[in-house]
């Protein structure tokens, strides 16, 4: 087996420890909830609206509310412009983000009625899906929506050899040697730590994939804080 | 799109007979894949066609080659393309238009699974470095969904890949003029990946699910895997619906994961490079 390359990471992290994080909530006055969560040079926004009636009334459902999603890039969050509006990659991430944060949301309680939940990226350096999650699962709970649990998400890689966590854009995208670039982004639920959303990309043993979501509950712990803690400080100025 | 309408009596008829006997309503066991059929020559016009079903899911596939612009940052490498059309005619779900949330997943799922792996030798694709290379295309077009399109289409995909034959490039005029006879597009045939969809119903983990097994189903979860010595490694995955794993359902999935990959993985090569 060829030598493990991935040693060191450029930015001095250990292999287990996730960048610098931030998280505030009420950033959006006009909002029912809002919150943003940065880790390192990757920013999330999220604002919830709702529940308020959902229109076109077909789409309605009797029994419970809706939780729409929509997530996007602004057009300046990276070097190369983004054309404003929808894309399949944004459609994507968009449904995936609803799946995971609808296995929390209960709102059963506001029949006939829809959340909207909108996240934008600002400036992205690698994870924005797992960070936009962070800011709108901080969001719902801003909005005072019942939720079973929290989640917390994070992008678990591996690097040539190397498994690590939070992945950054040289990590996640420019890392073509030895065995490459693995992304793994993962959604956990606070307290039974069930995974709410896996994706996959790359070349991973079965028993190495196992690690990685071992280390993923201790990094989504980690996050888990920093979330808890942006809530109860509430919509204050520091 | 209109909703699949599903009646209680039939949700729990068949949940209970999964947790009860671990059987499904058609009479197979929860981790048995219906039969799979592939046909070859659906269209002489294109690089290759095909045909695949597993049981009544019935996807078509092809895969075209077009010249085009290489992007600025692989200037010496061909370019790929998938899309999916979930066709009205598959199902009484499926509208004519735009590609819905369900088309762009699929797409994007089969897509990034090919573009990771390294599937398809896109530096052999190039014609003029920076100026004119090869691009990919595969297309998919559903005709019957009777559940787990996903995989179906994911087979297709690979399938018609490995059939897919050279362009003949007219220097002189710059046009492709109709597919080489004998020669394939370059592949790297030892990174192929096949996927498999597995679905929470009921207590179980269900492989090959039917349309019904699919509306009520938890969770999905798609695991890609390659050859790596013998062994499975995964290679791309992609959990789908609001339920959670949890971690014994996340040990049964990966077990039997290995085992259909085991059982599966020399058929599915010998369509693709047979």
Known sequence: MAKNIYTKRDDGRKMTEVRPMTAKVGIVPSADGSASFETGKTKAIAVVRGPRTLHPQHMQNAKTGILRVNYGMMPFSVEDRIRPGPNRRSEEISKVTEWALNSVVDLTGFPNTVVDVFIQIPQADAGTRVAGINAAAMALAHAGLPMKQMVSAIGVGKIDQTLVVDLDKFEDSEFHDGEGSTDIPIVLTSRTKEIALLQLDGKISVDEFKEVIEMGKVACDDILKVQMEALKNGGKDE | ?274
């Not at chain 2, 762009?104 to 003029?128: H, N, P, Q, T, Y």
């Not at chain 2, 595969?138 to 890949?161: E, K, Q, R, T």
């Not at chain 2, 192929?192 to 039917?210: E, P, R």
């Not at chain 2, 938890?218 to 992609?238: H, S």
Request: aromatic fraction near 6%; proline fraction near 4%.
């Open chain 2, 1 to 274: 799109m209109s909703k699949f309408i599903m009646p209680n009596l039939q949700k729990e008829a068949i949940e209970n007979l999964l947790n009860k006997e671990g059987k499904r309503l058609d009479g197979r066991n929860a981790d048995e894949y219906r039969e799979l059929f592939v046909e070859d020559g659906i269209s002489k016009n294109s690089a290759s066609a095909i045909r695949v079903r597993f049981g009544k899911t019935e996807v078509l596939a092809g895969v075209h080659l077009a010249l085009a612009t290489p992007y600025p940052d692989s200037p010496d490498q061909g370019t790929f393309m998938t899309s999916a059309e979930m066709h009205p005619m598959a199902s009484q779900q499926f509208d004519i238009g735009r590609p819905g949330i369900n088309a762009i997943e699929l797409a994007r799922v089969i897509d990034r699974g090919i573009r990771e792996s390294g599937f398809i030798d896109m530096k052999k694709l190039c014609i003029k470095e920076g100026e004119k290379v090869y691009q990919v295309f595969v297309d998919i077009v559903a005709i019957n969904d009777d559940g787990n399109l996903l995989d179906v289409a994911g087979l297709a995909a690979i399938i018609a890949l490995g059939k897919a034959r050279m362009p003949i490039y007219n220097e002189k005029e710059d046009k492709i003029d109709g597919y080489s006879e004998t020669e394939r597009i370059p592949l790297e045939k030892d990174v192929l990946s096949y996927s498999m969809t597995l679905h929470k119903v009921g207590d179980k983990i269900v492989a090959d699910v039917s349309k019904e097994e699919e509306e009520i189903s938890k969770f999905r979860l798609t695991i890609a895997m390659g050859d790596n010595a013998g062994k499975p490694r995964i290679t791309a995955m992609q959990k789908g619906k609001a339920g959670t794993i949890n971690t014994e359902d996340m040990e049964t999935i990966l077990k039997l994961a290995e085992s259909k990959w085991t059982e599966m993985f020399p058929k599915v090569k010998e369509h693709v490079f047979g």
